[in-house]
């Protein structure tokens, strides 16, 4: 076994054995005893954890326990992630890491830890606005006790105030950062006036056009834009939602949700439990009775985030999906809660990208826990060359998925 591989094993994720609900709300095992033993994500104290995502000093949607905790119990590839949880000294959860070993997120044998991926590309780290340094420096050490060499945070918005926090705690220790990929996607700047937005977006030209694509779908029947929002009426719109995206490309790819039974049992639940805490919406547009784009929007602080859409493509000429991402524009921009809303997309998204032109910085990021540390090289080179292999083979499936879509 070489070096790597047996540090790897080292620093898997245990479970804290648990002796009953008031247990649950002591901090881990790994700060009583500084082992460096892990929670299970499962394990950490609900309550605390719904009280650190409403001080986190930065909105992530999908690290709300309610979205979090459904993945890790149901969604097939996603369960059973362990976590990293920073507590300050009166037992308060003042920063929340879900994580996985480096062999499960790359199937690499390095001596890393990183942030779990709870299904869309945002792993930013919930931390405690009133201590943001000192959350994340008490996660960088736990991550340092278990053996790890490196933290490794996914799709982590560089520029945001919990990357600074990361940044700042590194450098009381004479320690940087390290980019490993980067890029932009688009993001809604939700304080403006909408119609301003949308006309600065698209132009007088192209929004005439949406209108006479509108029009013309009115005539099928009265165009109706509706917001799902109370446990009552989220699970009727969801179940349209489902059937709306197995319903086209998606389903010939096989990635609709409602085609693996984990996955639709996920999202059932994760929307369910947020809509009883006023935290995601399903919103749909109809020509008359008939439902022609429907999409799952979550909501953190005053950020929303819009997760997936799903379209019949019998109305694919009126631009369906355009359609019900301009009526959700104008509901973010009227609604003073939401600053901004991410769209969690791809970058260069050929639909959401020429309407929403803010841009928001992602990046996976390495954070090395050691000064001089040759490991740190080791799992940065091994990472990079990994995605420079992985990189091309991606775009060629693509690229043979469109040509047969196009045949199809």
């Known amino acids: 076994m070489t070096d790597a591989a047996h540090l790897e094993r080292s620093i898997e994720i245990k479970t804290v054995p648990s002796g009953g609900k008031d247990d649950r709300a002591r901090p ?40 979090a ?12 992630n362990a976590a ?4 300050s000294d009166n037992s308060r959860l003042i920063g929340l890491m879900p994580a996985i070993p480096a062999w499960r997120a790359y199937k690499l044998p390095l001596p890393a830890l990183v942030s779990a991926d709870v299904w869309p590309p945002l792993g930013t780290i919930l931390l405690d606005r009133a201590a943001p340094v000192e959350a994340a420096s008490a996660l960088i050490r736990q991550a340092r006790a278990s053996g790890a060499h490196a933290l490794i945070l996914r799709d982590v918005a560089l520029d945001g105030p919990a990357m600074l926090a990361f940044t700042a705690a590194l450098e009381a220790e ?35 056009e949406l209108r006479r694509q509108r029009n013309r779908l009115a005539e099928l029947g009265e165009v109706i834009y509706t917001i799902a929002s109370t446990p009552g009426d989220v699970m009727p719109a969801l179940d349209v939602f489902l059937k709306l995206e197995a319903s086209g490309w998606k389903a010939r790819r096989g990635t609709a949700l409602v085609q693996d039974d984990s996955h639709a049992a996920f999202i ?5 439990d947020l809509a009883a805490r006023g935290q995601c919406e ?61 769209s969690t997309a791809i970058p260069n998204h050929p639909m959401i990208d020429p ?54």
Not at 34 to 57: E, P
Not at 298 to 323: C, I, M, N, T, W
């Open 28 to 67: 881990p095992l790994s700060r009583r005893t500084g082992r460096g033993i892990h929670s299970a994500l499962s394990s950490i104290n609900v309550g605390l954890w719904r009280d650190l995502t409403d001080r986190a000093v930065e909105p992530n949607g999908y690290y709300l326990p309610e979205w």
């Open 268 to 272: 059932r639940r994760a929307v369910s």
């Open 174 to 208: 004479r320690l940087k950062p390290r980019i490993l990929q980067s890029h932009a996607r688009a993001l809604l700047d939700a304080t403006r006036d909408a119609d301003e937005l949308l006309r600065d977006a698209l132009g007088a030209k192209k929004l005439k």
């Open 355 to 408: 309407i929403w032109r803010n841009r928001l910085s992602i990046g996976d990021v390495l954070i090395p826990l050691r000064r001089n540390d040759p490991f740190v090289t080791l799992i940065r080179t091994a990472i990079t060359a990994r995605r420079m292999v992985r990189g091309p083979a991606r775009r060629a499936i693509h690229l043979i998925r469109k040509i047969r879509e196009k045949r199809s």
């Open 69 to 80: 905790l459904a993945v890790d119990a149901l969604s097939r590839n996603h369960m059973n």
């Open 84 to 87: 990293l949880a920073a507590y």
């Open 282 to 342: 399903i919103i749909s547009l109809y020509a008359g009775e008939t439902p022609v784009a429907a999409g799952i929007v979550l909501r953190h602080l005053d950020r929303a985030f819009y997760f997936k859409l799903g379209v019949d493509e019998q109305f694919v000429k009126f631009s369906p999906g355009v359609q019900l991402t301009l009526e959700l524009t104008r509901q973010m921009c009227a609604d003073p809660a939401i600053n901004s809303v991410d």
